[in-house]
């Protein structure tokens, strides 16, 4: 079983930058792919980045592309969300997740390992 950990939240201005990380324990990630989620008071978990762990090829949500980007140590079996030109509406808490393979949905139920959630709040 993969038990993630997530780290790096925090307060941060709008235009600001927070970088994320996923930490993977319990065995290898090769073989996975790995996703940042969010979800905001009152909302529904929504899909904000993947990245298949063999490829390294990634999807954005569009709300976020082109300011954020995810990526991952190999060597350190994390994954990164690089967060920049923050905006108050990026405000939630921020989830890692993990499953074999490659999902064919962008939402939470196509994940089967989850990490317990970081809290990023952007002020305006």
């Known amino acids: 079983q993969v038990q993630l950990t997530e780290s790096g939240g925090g307060l941060v201005q709008a235009g600001g930058s927070l970088r994320l990380a996923c930490a993977a324990s319990g065995r290898t990630v090769s073989g996975y792919t790995m996703g940042w989620f969010r979800q905001a008071p009152g909302k529904e978990r929504e899909f904000v980045a993947r990245?298949?762990?063999?490829?390294?090829?990634?999807r954005y949500a569009d709300s976020v592309e082109g300011r954020f980007t995810i990526s991952r140590d190999g060597a350190r079996n994390t994954v990164y969300l690089q967060m920049n030109s923050l905006k108050p509406e990026d405000t939630a808490v921020y989830y890692c997740?993990?499953?074999?393979?490659?999902?064919?949905?962008?939402?939470?139920?196509?994940?089967?390992?989850w990490g317990q959630g970081t809290q990023v709040t952007v002020s305006s």
């Open positions: 990245i298949i762990w063999s490829s390294t090829n990634t």
């Open positions: 997740a993990a499953r074999s393979g490659v999902p064919k949905a962008l939402t939470p139920t196509a994940y089967d390992y």
